[in-house]
């Protein structure tokens, strides 16, 4: 089982920063992946971004491509979520994702409860 503890949200102006982190722990984490998603008013979950474990490659959604940074810190367990010039269309709630396969939508993806990210205008 993995346990996912998010941090890092908060209210922030348009063109704003913010860092979101995500440290999991469990007898079976880490997992091959992890990732953000998010849920933004009245939308699906969307993917945000990801990376793997070992090797550290990302991907980005094309909506944050240039502007978030997905990272990793294996000795604290943790991933980052650096997120900069944000966008009121950036607000949601952002998800913390860990599993052993790129796509996070099959079972067995672990899940963490979420922290709020606001953008206001």
């Known amino acids: 089982q993995v346990r996912l503890e998010e941090s890092g949200g908060g209210l922030v102006q348009a063109g704003g920063s913010l860092r979101l982190s995500c440290t999991g722990s469990?007898?079976?984490?880490?997992?091959?992946?992890m990732g953000w998603y998010r849920r933004r008013p009245e939308t699906e979950a969307e993917f945000v971004a990801s990376i793997s474990w070992t090797g550290g490659t990302t991907r980005y959604a094309d909506s944050v491509k240039g502007r978030f940074a997905i990272a990793k810190d294996n000795a604290k367990n943790t991933v980052y979520l650096e997120m900069n010039n944000l966008e009121p269309t950036d607000t949601g709630t952002y998800h913390c994702?860990?599993?052993?396969?790129?796509?996070?939508?099959?079972?067995?993806?672990?899940w963490g409860q979420g922290t709020q990210v606001t953008v206001s205008s």
């Open positions: 469990g007898r079976t984490f880490p997992t091959n992946f």
């Open positions: 994702a860990a599993a052993n396969v790129q796509n996070f939508l099959f079972p067995g993806t672990s």
